[in-house]
C-alpha cells in the first residue's frame, strides 16, 4: 500500500512538472519582457474595441446623413425626419421616420387638444431590432385649435398597452 501511495504522487508530480512545463519558454531569459507586450495588447484591445464602438455610431450616424435626412425627433423606438417639432402643417402631414418597433408595426393619431383627427398603423419596412423605414400620410378637415400633435407610439405585444410614445407638437394653418 506504501508503493502504491508513493507511485501515485510521483505520478501526479510529474504530471504537474509536465503541464506547468508546457506554457514556459526554458529557452528565453527575458520571460517577463514577453508579460509586458500581452498588456499592451490588452490596452490596444481596448482601444480598439472603444474605437469600433464610436466607429459603428459614425456609421450609422453617417447613413442618415448620406440620404440627406436630419432627425428632428427620436426616443428608443423612432427616428423622425419630418415634420420637425413645432413646424406650420396644413390639412395634410406626411410624417417620416425610421421605427425598431414589434413586427414593424407603427401606431400613430393625431390630435389638436380636443379630438383625434386621423389614427391608424402602418408597417415599417424592417421590425425591430432593425431599424425600418416608414411614412405615414394624415389628412383631416378642421381642428378647434391652431395647434396639433402627432402622437407615435408602438402597442405592448403583452398588454396591447403604449410603449415608446413619442410627441411631435405642430401648428396647424388655416
Not at 450609422?60 to 426616443?75: K, L
Not at 391652431?146 to 410614445?165: C, H, P, Y
Amino acid at each position: 500500500m506504501k508503493k502504491f501511495r508513493i507511485i501515485f504522487f510521483a505520478i501526479i508530480l510529474s504530471g504537474l512538472i509536465s503541464l506547468s512545463a508546457c506554457g514556459t519558454n526554458g529557452n528565453d531569459p527575458d520571460t517577463e519582457q514577453q508579460d509586458e507586450p500581452e498588456q499592451e495588447d490588452v490596452s490596444e484591445k481596448e482601444a480598439t474595441d472603444d474605437e469600433s464602438a464610436e466607429d459603428e455610431k459614425a456609421v450609422e450616424e453617417d447613413t442618415t446623413e448620406e440620404m440627406g435626412e436630419e432627425i428632428v425627433a427620436e426616443n428608443d423606438a423612432f427616428k423622425v425626419f419630418e415634420p420637425a417639432p413645432d413646424s406650420v402643417v396644413d390639412n395634410e402631414i406626411t410624417v417620416r421616420g425610421e421605427a425598431r418597433v414589434f413586427e414593424a408595426t407603427v401606431s400613430y393619431e393625431f390630435e389638436d387638444g380636443h379630438n383625434i383627427l386621423d389614427e391608424g398603423t402602418v408597417t415599417a419596412s424592417q421590425g425591430a431590432p432593425e431599424w425600418g423605414e416608414f411614412e405615414i400620410k394624415i389628412s383631416f378637415d378642421e381642428v378647434t385649435n391652431d395647434t396639433g400633435m402627432i402622437v407615435l407610439f408602438e402597442e405592448s405585444a403583452k398588454d396591447g398597452s403604449r410603449q415608446n410614445e413619442l410627441i411631435i407638437p405642430v401648428k396647424v394653418e388655416d
